[in-house]
């Protein structure tokens, strides 16, 4: 029933550039008190805030990060299919909250040559972890070339923080350790549990001396690269935040209206957002915010979107337009030289400035190994290691 409501949607949804609404947007530097931010500080102490808490009152719920213990047991597994060029650790991560316990296994591959301590990329994944790493052909979480390009490529299963499922969502941590956020209507939910999850392996990078997080990267693919984007905005320890086709309620414009739209996603996948998020169900406009405020409260960070051209319910130039606008504010408040284009074509295409990367490619939706290449190469130019050929 979820597959043909979606697949009706999908269908009947805008993808005509005619019948997209003329884009009246929220000011990035207006606060809700209606005074003009002028400066870094300012945009750090008020404006960026206040954006990242209506955010979470609106869209994606709060996000609690207290907890009375976190634990980490680590076990190296020692036959595994990247044997030959890497070292496979599975650490579990207990947190404890009131005397209950959440357990979330964090796989780590990190590379066998070269000296650690090495950067690292977190995938947030929604499919079984298990099957990604059997099946050497899979390229969604494409071990062989992040490691090979000299980075420990990390991976999490969400169904251990939040199941991807309508029914049984609240049987991670919302029952475990954060019970009372689910009588909120700004509670967390789904991609904000996630989101959590992705925190709580950087609580593990942090310690582990192979790792260095200040060279970090967290991706997502779609409902991932939702999550990633939620990620990224709160929790500053992360140097960069991939977001992949992510489109409705991740990189791109909610006002466009241009494939998925707010009630779509809110019918489909009430679970994903706060209740308080119902609604803007066709009442776009009403938003305080619109997607490109939410990549611009992770600056002066690194954020790269990627699209693909066949992912028209994502809605490539919605999120191509969040980026450029988003850009704004590495340029006036953190004075970065951020040249994106201002058209958009429809062909594929590669760009990056600054602490800003952007691609569409061609195909489906999907996280591939085209994507990586561009995502490592992309971290490499962050990181100061010459670009790979
Ligand atoms: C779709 C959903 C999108 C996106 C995608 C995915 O069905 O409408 O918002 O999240 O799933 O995660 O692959």
């Known amino acids: 029933l979820l597959y043909c409501l979606q697949a009706h949607s999908q269908q009947t949804a805008n993808y005509d550039e005619n019948l997209v609404p003329k884009l009246v947007l929220p000011d990035l530097f207006v606060t809700y008190e209606g005074n003009r931010i002028q400066n870094t500080e300012d945009w750090e102490s008020i404006r960026r805030p206040e954006l990242v808490q209506a955010f979470a009152d609106e869209m994606y719920g709060q996000l609690p990060n207290d907890f009375d213990e976190i634990a980490f047991q680590e076990e190296v597994i020692t036959t595994h299919p990247y044997a030959d060029f890497s070292i496979y650790k599975l650490v579990q991560i207990g947190v404890s909250r009131n005397g209950n316990k959440q357990t979330i296994p964090v796989h780590l591959f990190s590379p066998k040559v070269g000296h650690g301590p090495f950067p690292v990329v977190l995938l947030i ?27 420990v490529a990390a991976i999490f299963d969400v169904a251990y923080v939040s199941p991807d499922d309508k029914d049984r969502f609240a049987e991670g941590i919302l029952t475990t350790l954060y019970p009372e956020q689910m009588q909120l209507p700004n509670g967390m939910r789904g991609l904000g549990a996630w989101a959590w999850g992705a925190m709580r392996a950087m609580d593990y990078f942090e310690q582990d001396p192979l790792i260095d997080h200040s060279k970090s990267a967290v991706v997502g693919h779609s409902r991932g690269g939702k999550a990633a984007l939620w990620c990224g905005a709160n929790d500053t320890r992360w140097s ?23 009630e779509r996603i809110n019918t489909v996948f009430p679970y994903w957002f706060t209740d308080n998020f119902d609604a803007y169900n066709g009442k776009e406009e009403k938003l305080p915010f619109d997607q490109h405020q939410l990549i611009a409260s992770i600056a002066p960070r690194g954020v790269y979107i990627a699209s693909a051209m066949e992912d028209l319910w994502a809605d490539p130039r919605g999120e191509y337009l969040s980026l450029k606008l988003a850009s704004q504010v590495y340029q006036q408040l953190y004075d970065e030289k951020i040249d994106l284009p201002e058209d958009y074509v429809f062909a594929p295409h590669f760009h990056h400035s600054g602490s800003l990367g952007y691609h569409l490619r061609a195909g489906q939706h999907n996280l591939i190994s085209e994507d990586w290449k561009r995502f490592l190469d992309f971290a490499d130019l962050q990181f100061g290691k010459p670009i790979r050929h």
């Open 125 to 151: 994944s929604h499919r079984k972890v298990e099957d990604l790493i059997n099946n050497k052909e899979d390229q969604f979480f494409d071990i062989q070339q992040i490691t090979q390009s000299g980075y």
């Open 240 to 262: 960069l935040t991939y977001s992949n086709e992510s489109g409705c309620g991740g990189a791109a414009l909610s006002r466009r209206k241009f494939g998925e739209t707010v």
